[in-house]
């Protein structure tokens, strides 16, 4: 079951089938992800992109197909879903911060629950975490305190502290004003630069085109097109041509 | 007419009143905190995808809110006895308190699990939290803030009902009373002296209560919002 070999890929997507009842939302999709790349899933509304990030990290079942993350077999129903989650973090469009903790106990909470780590340890990871997003100052802070980009920041301070191998985000900026939205994009491109391996669901096309390694554009379900950067300015499918085109692409 | 009130008359039992009074505060206290324990698991059991487990939580609760509190403390008094089991009247008190507060609880409870957004579970799942953890950490403090007023209301409530404990002759503030008044004949002078113990039972109870809250919930100390 362990397929970590280096040369394998973090993530590794083969022929997925998901369906909601009778609605097919992915239809045999497959990818892959090297460590330290960085994979933009774009498309439409309802083509399949969040379903696809999911998946990943288990909280959609798939239907056929196979799914392997740090050598974890996900499509597999044994599947040891603390041991994925650890080597997995995944932040979302809505923060999810605990708001009856504070920022340091937000970040502290998951290393020592889950790695049994020293709650001092804990304690200097969360200042180091929150030093790498620019919210030093935000430690003993609550989460109402925050404004909607700093406490996604937090969010994805929370989420490194775990020391995940990949990390998934799923339209982290799509609920914030321009302004907040380049204080976290920053953030994920600072990520980017350490090496960091990610899979980002991103409608920041300028964004995907700067820093993604390479681009899968999703369509009723499939991967329509995929490719570098580049494909963004020369698609080559008609369906990837209207959808950078129709204002899509803003840097 | 006239209405002769005679209060020193009953007042000078004062010792029975005090020792009635502790006594009630005690099952109030005990039924509280095994209630709010039993609550918590029946409202836990509830929410189970196990249909026997969550189907046995809803029949203890709809069983309990749907019948007189009376009837079910003679209940665990009779049945306790009629299976040979010999119990102090204060046990099968707070037992039957016990029972009774629990389903309410679980009722209270399981609004206060579903007020927490799926988006919290998701996010602490998503950290490899277990399920318990997830539980502990996660959902019970947010979940009892955002009900800890009718939650607590409860729990006075309960003090106040657990009166009709008198009928399976614990000694606690009603049945000295119900003595006092036979004894001295003063029963308007003794009940309106209980009323008033009660009140300030009430008072020491809702007392208590906030200061818990405030231990409890450090973020509501500091920002004073509701959660
Ligand atoms: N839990 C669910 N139950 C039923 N249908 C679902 C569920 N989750 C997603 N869907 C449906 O699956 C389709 C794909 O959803 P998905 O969220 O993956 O799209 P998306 O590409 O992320 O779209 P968006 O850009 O709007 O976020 C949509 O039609 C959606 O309504
Ligand atoms: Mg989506």
Redesign the interface.
């Known amino acids: 079951m362990q397929q970590n070999t280096s040369s394998a890929p973090i993530v590794s997507l083969r022929n997925v089938q998901k369906s909601f009842g009778p609605l097919r939302v992915l239809d045999g999709v497959s990818f892959a992800v090297e460590r330290g790349e960085v994979l933009a899933l774009i498309g439409r509304s309802g083509s399949g992109k969040s379903t696809a990030l999911r998946c990943i990290?288990r909280?959609e079942k798939v239907d056929g197909g196979e799914i392997v993350v740090c050598g974890h077999r996900v499509d597999r129903p044994d599947v040891d879903?603390?041991?994925l989650?650890?080597d997995?973090?995944?932040v979302?469009q809505?923060y999810?911060?605990?708001?009856?903790?504070?920022i340091e106990q937000n970040i502290t909470?998951?290393p020592c629950?889950?790695k049994g780590m020293a709650t001092a340890r804990a304690k200097d990871l969360a200042r180091k975490v929150l030093a790498q997003v620019g919210l030093e100052e935000k430690l003993h802070a609550?989460p109402?305190?925050l404004s909607g980009g700093q406490q996604q920041r937090a969010?994805i301070a929370?989420?490194l502290a775990?020391q995940p191998k990949v990390m998934l985000f799923d339209e982290v900026t799509s609920a914030l004003d321009p302004e907040l939205t380049a204080e976290v994009l920053k953030v994920i491109e600072q990520l980017a630069a350490d090496g960091m391996t990610m899979v980002m669901v991103t409608h920041e096309m300028g964004f995907a085109k700067g820093i993604a390694d390479r681009i899968v554009f999703m369509h009723r379900g499939k991967v329509h097109e995929t490719g570098p950067a580049s494909i963004l300015t020369t698609p080559t499918t008609p369906e990837l041509t209207q959808f950078v085109g129709t204002g899509n692409l803003k840097s | 007419m006239s209405l002769q009130l005679d209060f020193p008359a009953v007042l000078e039992r004062w010792p029975s009143f005090l020792a009635g009074a502790v006594l009630t505060l005690e099952l109030a206290a005990f039924a509280t905190v095994l209630g709010a324990l039993l609550g918590t698991l029946a409202a836990v059991g509830r929410g189970t995808h196990n249909a026997l487990i969550s189907g046995a939580c809803k029949a203890y609760v709809e069983t309990i809110r749907n019948t007189p509190l009376l009837v079910q403390i003679f209940l665990v008094y009779f049945g306790l006895a009629s299976l040979g089991l010999k119990f102090s009247a204060f046990a099968v008190a707070v037992a039957a308190l016990t029972i009774n507060v629990g389903a309410y609880t679980a009722e209270i409870m399981r609004a206060g699990f579903e007020a927490i957004p799926r988006g919290q579970i998701e996010a602490a799942e998503g950290l490899a939290l277990s399920r318990l953890q997830i539980y502990w950490h996660i959902i019970l403090l947010p979940a009892v803030e955002k009900v800890y007023p009718a939650l607590t209301s409860q729990f006075v409530l309960l003090m106040l009902a657990s009166s009709v404990c008198s009928q399976i002759s614990a000694e606690e503030l009603t049945a000295v009373a119900n003595y006092i008044q036979s004894d001295t004949y003063r029963a308007f002078e003794t009940y309106i002296i209980v009323a008033v113990l009660y009140v300030i039972l009430s008072l020491v109870m809702r007392a208590g209560f906030w200061g818990l809250g405030l231990v409890l919930f450090p973020r509501r100390r500091r920002l004073g919002t509701p959660l």
């Open positions: 990290d909280f879903l603390r041991a989650r650890q997995v973090g995944i979302f809505s999810n911060l605990f708001p009856h903790l504070t909470l998951a629950a889950v609550y109402e305190q969010a929370r989420s775990m």
